[in-house]
Structures are given as C-alpha cells and as structure tokens.
C-alpha cells in the first residue's frame, strides 16, 4: 500500500496530522507533500518514505509541474490533509493527469465539518455537544482506518525527534522534570494571555517547587521576550530558547519537562506528541471547536464569557467594552488550582 499525503503548512496541525501516519498499517509506505518551510517538521520521520517538499515561491507554475511528476507515480490513494485551494487544484490536476490511464487512484480528504464549527461558533454553549466538532487528530485518525481500511486509531506522536537527552539538556543545564516549559506567544496576539500574568505565574511556580521556567518562542514573539525581560527583573532562574533553531532541540526540551504551560499554539500539540502534560490557557477559541488537548493530565484552562468562542484565532473582539475579557477573566490563582504541586 502506497500512499500520497498532501499537508502543507501549519505547525499544530501537521504535528496533528502525524495522527493519520500512526493510525496506518506498518506495512503502509507514504510520501508526503509539504510546504519547503515546514518540512522540519516532519523530516526523519519513520512512517515516511518520501517527505516531498514544496518551495510555495514556484508559484502556480511549480505546483502543477510537482502534480504532473507525481501523478506518474502509482498510489494506492491520494490523501488530501488540508483541503486549500491549492490542493483542490491538485485534484483536478491528477483527474485530468489521470484520464490517459486505464485504472483510476481515490482521492480522499478531511473532512473540514463546517456545519459542527460554525455552529458552534454562531451559538456557543447553546450548541448541543454532540453536534461540536470532532478533534481534529481523530479526524485524521479516522481518515487512516477509512482508507486503508486496516488501521487503529492512534493519537499524534513525534517521539522519533528525540534526541540524547542529555545532549540538549547539557546545553541549557537543566536536569530533567526540574523545569517547566512555558510558551506565551501566538501567532495571533488575541489568543495570549499576556507577558505579565505569566511572569506572575512562573515566580509562584518557582518559589513553589524550585522549578526553572524555560521561555519557548522566537526573538520576534513581543510576548515572549517581555516574560524573559520580568524573569530576569525578578531575579528568578530561567532560561531563554527564542533563540534555538535546532527543532530537535526544542523537542527533546519539552519532551523533558514537567510540563507545558502556555497559549493555544504548535507548542502545545508538540509537548502532548512527545508526552508531555500540557495546560493550555483558550481565550477567544475552545478545546472543543476540535484543538484541544488529548493526553491524559492534559488541562484545558478559559473563562466562561458568553460571547466565546468567537472564532478561530479571535482577531477580532465584538465586545464593545471589556474587550477580550475571554483572556483577562483568567487569573493566576485559577491557573494555580489547575496544575497539580
């Protein structure tokens, strides 16, 4: 069985996706499509034969030019993770590539559930539950048991990006479990918590327990460098990763931890697929429009304003007043009762 695999881009959701490669029969081979800047991700991956990485700057050109070359490729089934428009021309394309051959090769997708997410989104906790939206790793769980009609249904997992411990550990000196792994950035502001209630938190985890916080992010996260800036204010032992761009290395850091503690992120997805508990704080979105956590341990902390969620990344508040009060009603002492000492 020979499989094609189009996921694109997106941190969270390709470290999901890995759900649909571990719900595969072993004897399954795969060859993935991914954009060229997200292909670390996967890369070393042991359920991949082929990680086929696209540079997005070919344009429209190189897309069918890559679609051409893999339609000559004899699949099993074409399986399409993100369902873009890119992608629903690569359907067109291998049916128009395919009209010259005497058998036909399935195209299968993920189902977006639309309905469940706009609903949801439209009437809120008046929603039934039943009609929310499945996880989306069981999405693509489900997608693998469905084509290869073989498979069990498994969570994410990325334990084979893990390298010596003590290799990245010896780095940062840290030891393991003796440090938690905090995350405070987004790709969109309107889903962080804020700098300075993290920096809250982190002093009175570590006057608790004596645990280091280690700042995950980049140099240009805002949130991220001004936790970092109130750590070293309050003269509380931490350490800074903004700056590592070894993907293995961050890994291997959180797998390590104790925890992971931060916004609705990749990160986060990434601590529980390399089984780390993670407690993940939602603002304008909800673990059950389909991005929650997974692992047992696993917390889900938000407020319970009646206008969340409101949508995917909360870009835009529809309070006229008290603005993103979905994020400011979440204190540090609610945060503290749900993590365990």
Same mark, same amino acid.
């Given at each position: 069985?020979?499989?094609?695999?189009i996921?694109?881009?997106s941190?969270?959701?390709?470290?999901? #996706?890995?759900?649909?490669?571990?719900?595969l029969?072993?004897d399954a081979?795969?060859?993935?499509?991914?954009?060229?800047?997200?292909?670390?991700?996967?890369?070393?991956?042991p359920?991949?034969?082929n990680?086929i990485?696209?540079?997005?700057?070919?344009?429209?050109?190189?897309?069918?030019?890559?679609?051409k070359?893999?339609?000559?490729?004899?699949?099993? #089934?074409?399986v399409?993770?993100?369902?873009?428009?890119?992608?629903?021309l #690569?359907?067109?394309?291998?049916?128009?590539?395919?009209?010259?051959?005497?058998?036909?090769?399935?195209?299968?997708? &993920?189902?977006?559930?639309?309905?469940?997410f706009?609903?949801?989104?439209?009437?809120?906790?008046?929603? =039934?539950?039943?009609?929310r =939206?499945?996880p989306?790793?069981?999405?693509?769980?489900?997608?693998?048991?469905?084509?290869?009609?073989?498979?069990?249904? %498994? =969570? =994410?997992?990325?334990?084979?990006?893990?390298?010596?411990?003590?290799?990245?550990l010896l780095?940062?000196?840290?030891?393991?479990?003796?440090y938690?792994?905090?995350?405070?950035?987004s790709r969109?502001?309107?889903?962080?918590?804020?700098?300075?209630?993290?920096?809250?938190?982190?002093?009175?985890?570590?006057?608790?327990?004596? %645990?280091i916080p280690?700042?995950?992010?980049?140099?240009?996260?805002?949130?991220?460098?001004?936790?970092?800036?109130?750590?070293?204010?309050?003269?509380?032992?931490?350490?800074?990763?903004?700056?590592?761009?070894?993907?293995?290395?961050?890994?291997?850091?959180?797998q390590?931890a104790a925890?992971? &503690?931060?916004?609705?992120?990749?990160?986060?997805?990434l601590?529980?697929?390399?089984?780390?508990?993670?407690?993940?704080?939602?603002?304008?979105? %909800?673990?059950?429009?389909?991005?929650?956590?997974?692992?047992a341990?696993?917390?889900? &902390?938000?407020?319970?304003?009646?206008?969340?969620?409101?949508?995917?990344?909360?870009?835009?508040c529809y %309070?006229?007043?008290?603005?993103y009060a979905?994020?400011?009603k &979440?204190?540090?002492?609610?945060?503290?009762?749900k993590?365990?000492?």
């Amino acid at each position: 069985m020979k499989l094609l695999v189009i996921r694109m881009s997106s941190l969270g959701d390709v470290i999901l #996706a890995t759900a649909f490669l571990e719900s595969l029969p072993l004897d399954a081979r795969v060859d993935w499509v991914i954009a060229k800047e997200f292909a670390f991700i996967l890369k070393g991956h042991p359920r991949i034969q082929n990680l086929i990485e696209f540079d997005k700057s070919t344009g429209l050109r190189g897309w069918v030019r890559l679609i051409k070359t893999l339609s000559h490729e004899e699949y099993t #089934a074409r399986v399409d993770l993100h369902v873009t428009l890119r992608s629903q021309l #690569a359907r067109v394309l291998f049916h128009w590539f395919d009209l010259s051959k005497e058998y036909w090769i399935p195209w299968k997708k &993920i189902s977006k559930q639309r309905v469940q997410f706009y609903g949801y989104l439209i009437f809120k906790r008046f929603w =039934p539950k039943f009609l929310r =939206p499945t996880p989306l790793w069981k999405r693509f769980a489900h997608l693998a048991v469905r084509v290869t009609k073989a498979g069990t249904v %498994r =969570p =994410p997992a990325m334990l084979h990006r893990v390298l010596s411990p003590e290799q990245a550990l010896l780095s940062y000196q840290l030891q393991p479990k003796k440090y938690f792994v905090v995350m405070p950035s987004s790709r969109w502001s309107s889903k962080e918590w804020g700098a300075g209630s993290y920096a809250q938190w982190c002093e009175y985890e570590f006057r608790k327990s004596g %645990r280091i916080p280690v700042v995950l992010g980049r140099t240009q996260d805002q949130s991220a460098v001004s936790l970092c800036a109130s750590l070293q204010e309050k003269k509380i032992d931490h350490r800074s990763v903004l700056t590592e761009n070894n993907f293995s290395v961050t890994a291997t850091l959180i797998q390590n931890a104790a925890f992971y &503690i931060g916004s609705d992120t990749g990160l986060a997805h990434l601590a529980e697929a390399v089984g780390t508990p993670a407690y993940m704080i939602f603002g304008p979105t %909800r673990p059950d429009l389909g991005f929650g956590p997974w692992k047992a341990g696993s917390v889900s &902390i938000y407020s319970n304003v009646i206008c969340s969620p409101c949508s995917k990344d909360g870009r835009i508040c529809y %309070r006229f007043t008290d603005r993103y009060a979905c994020l400011k009603k &979440i204190t540090v002492e609610q945060v503290k009762e749900k993590i365990p000492s």
